[in-house]
Structure formats: C-alpha cells, structure tokens
C-alpha cells in the first residue's frame, strides 16, 4: 500500500492568500453572508439547521429525534398516510420513513392497517402511546416556537408564515 506524502495529511488552518499568512475569519451566524446580507436559501438553511438541533436537544430524552417528530405529527393530522404519503410531506426518502415506521411500529407508538381497496398500500396511524409520546414533544416544540416568534407581534409572524408557505407553494417542482 502507497503511503501519502506527510503534507497531504496534515490539516492546515485555512488562509488568505492576500493577508501573509493570517488564518480567515469564519463569520458567526448573524455575520457577514450568514447575516443580513446573505442570499435568503442559505439563510433559510441556516435557520433551519439551528432549528433542527434545538428540536434534536429538546426531544433526546424523549428518545424521539427530529424526523420521528415530524412523522408522528403528520400520522396525527392525517390518519390513514402511506409510508410515501409520509415520505412526501416530510421531506425524508422512503427509505428513512421506512426505518422511521418500523421504530416506532416496534415502540408501539404507529400501528399498521391495510388499505381498503388497494390491499399492498399499507395505512399508518398513532396508537394511544403513540399520541401520548407525540403530546410530550409537542409541548417542547411549543416551547421552541415561542423562541422563534419571540420579537414578533401577531401581524409580523402571520406575515412571516405566509411568506414561508409561497416560498414552498411557488417553488415547488411541477
């Protein structure tokens, strides 16, 4: 087996090459082209991964993780969804909604049940232990919810959340 030479593994602190040498300044969120003046898709990106994290640290001891999260919310609005129904309205592959389902199947927080008329299509709905795990999330979420919207009145997040609902309605793929 080839060896690397010793400068390829190395890690080098990341420079400029107009400052002599100086190490870059990585911007804080807030800085720069992660604050004000940065383009409106990264910092939808950036918020929402700020978002995510907040969720992941809130639910842990939960034992429920931010996309389990979003399944048992979806399975509690719309009873009934298919493994690709979830997929699709929680932006995960189905793949991941299918380890996602059979977790919680195996917590017994999701039961199966097949569909009426199309007997392969099989229908995921909240199991009583299920609800109750999702009311206890629900409460940290809440929490979180009023952090974001902490700063706005009524007039400016209805605002906000109208924006956010035609960003994803208007860009959405035909």
């Given at each position: 087996?080839?060896r690397k030479p010793a400068g390829i593994t190395k890690s080098k602190p990341?420079?400029?090459?107009?400052?002599?040498?100086?190490?870059?300044?990585?911007?804080?969120?807030?800085?720069?082209?992660?604050?004000?003046?940065?383009?409106?898709?990264?910092?939808?990106?950036?918020?929402?991964?700020?978002?995510?994290?907040?969720?992941?640290?809130?639910?842990?001891?939960?034992?429920?993780?931010?996309?389990?999260?979003?399944?048992?919310?979806?399975?509690?609005?719309?009873?009934?969804?298919?493994?690709?129904?979830?997929?699709?309205?929680?932006?995960?592959?189905?793949?991941t909604v299918g380890v996602i389902i059979r977790n919680l199947e195996r917590?017994?927080?999701?039961?199966?049940?097949?569909?009426?008329?199309?007997?392969?299509?099989?229908?995921?709905?909240?199991?009583?232990?299920?609800?109750?795990?999702?009311?206890?999330?629900?409460?940290?979420?809440?929490?979180?919810?009023?952090?974001?919207?902490?700063?706005?009145?009524?007039?400016?997040?209805?605002?906000?959340?109208?924006?956010?609902?035609?960003?994803?309605?208007?860009?959405?793929?035909?």
């Amino acid at each position: 087996m080839m060896r690397k030479p010793a400068g390829i593994t190395k890690s080098k602190p990341a420079q400029r090459a107009s400052s002599g040498g100086a190490a870059v300044h990585v911007p804080a969120p807030g800085e720069g082209k992660r604050g004000e003046q940065g383009y409106l898709g990264y910092l939808l990106r950036q918020a929402h991964a700020a978002v995510r994290l907040k969720m992941e640290r809130s639910l842990a001891d939960l034992g429920v993780t931010s996309p389990q999260f979003a399944v048992l919310t979806m399975l509690n609005a719309y009873p009934g969804l298919s493994g690709a129904d979830v997929a699709r309205l929680t932006f995960l592959t189905p793949q991941t909604v299918g380890v996602i389902i059979r977790n919680l199947e195996r917590d017994g927080a999701i039961v199966m049940t097949p569909h009426p008329v199309h007997g392969r299509i099989q229908q995921w709905t909240l199991t009583p232990r299920g609800s109750t795990l999702l009311k206890a999330c629900r409460e940290r979420v809440i929490e979180l919810e009023k952090r974001l919207a902490s700063g706005l009145d009524a007039k400016a997040e209805a605002s906000i959340r109208r924006w956010l609902a035609n960003v994803a309605r208007e860009l959405q793929e035909d």
